[in-house]
């Protein structure tokens, strides 16, 4: 199971699995996204390497205009995945 929401603050929350049959809906939303913008992973188990490569997508779409992609909540299993792929240099993580 995968949801992905954008609440009234802006904030988009990611829930669940975000694997390849999941990505279609995250990348809908996320396609949308044109100025920084915090993903919320409190929820998150697990993103696989689509998500990931999504991800980056929208962040370097977002590095033309000199905004970012912020993610907060991380677990500590994502956490280290980033930090592996090195894209914690990437994404502001906290």
Do not use: P
């Amino acid at each position: 199971m995968f949801e992905i929401w954008q609440d009234e603050t802006g904030v988009i929350h990611l829930k669940g699995m975000f694997v390849a049959g999941k990505s279609k809906k995250a990348e809908e939303l996320l396609d949308g996204i044109s100025k920084s913008t915090v993903l919320n992973f409190q929820d998150l188990r697990y993103i696989s390497s689509s998500g990931l490569g999504l991800l980056i997508k929208v962040q370097r779409r977002l590095d033309t205009t000199g905004d970012k992609i912020k993610i907060i909540n991380s677990s500590d299993h994502i956490r280290e995945l980033f930090t592996v792929t090195r894209f914690n240099l990437i994404f502001d993580i906290e």
